[in-house]
């Protein structure tokens, strides 16, 4: 059974650094797309950054310039480097993997891991 795992959130003031990991498992083969969602009390689960094995990303606006995903191929672990945060990036932050579509921001993937908080004070 695939699992996804994630570690690395926490609280921090505006402007410092997180870095999130997820740790997959249960899955013989490198995933080709792994991505990072979060989701803030009241909104809707948004996509923050994908990255497929030939080292393609894709990133939301709002984090541009600030964050970086990365994957390590060989143990399927997903990570997200989060610098310069700001209040409104305070949310749960999820894995995902294996998209039903390309790999990109959208909702369409089939593992999703139980998340990690991150919270970001002024």
């Known amino acids: 059974q695939v699992?996804?795992?994630?570690?690395?959130g926490g609280s921090v003031q505006a402007g410092g650094s997180l870095r999130l990991s997820c740790a997959a498992s249960g899955y013989t083969y490198s995933f080709y797309c792994m991505g990072w969602f979060r989701q803030a009390p009241g909104k809707e689960?948004?996509?923050?950054?994908?990255?497929?094995?030939?080292?393609?990303?894709?990133?939301?606006?709002?984090?541009?310039?600030?964050?970086t995903v990365s994957k390590e191929n060989a143990n399927n672990t997903l990570y997200l480097?989060?610098?310069?945060?700001?209040?409104?990036?305070?949310?749960?932050?999820?894995?995902?993997?294996?998209?039903?579509?390309?790999?990109g921001l959208g909702l369409?993937?089939?593992?999703?891991?139980?998340?990690?908080?991150v919270t970001v004070s002024s």
Do not use: H
């Not at 699992?3 to 690395?8: C, M, P, T």
């Not at 689960?45 to 964050?67: P, W």
């Open 108 to 117: 369409g993937y089939n593992y999703w891991g139980q998340g990690t908080q």
């Open 45 to 67: 689960r948004e996509g923050v950054a994908a990255i497929d094995s030939d080292g393609r990303t894709s990133y939301a606006y709002s984090v541009k310039g600030r964050f």
């Open 81 to 103: 480097q989060m610098n310069s945060l700001k209040p409104e990036d305070t949310a749960m932050y999820y894995c995902a993997a294996e998209s039903r579509t390309d790999c």
């Open 3 to 8: 699992q996804l795992v994630e570690s690395g």
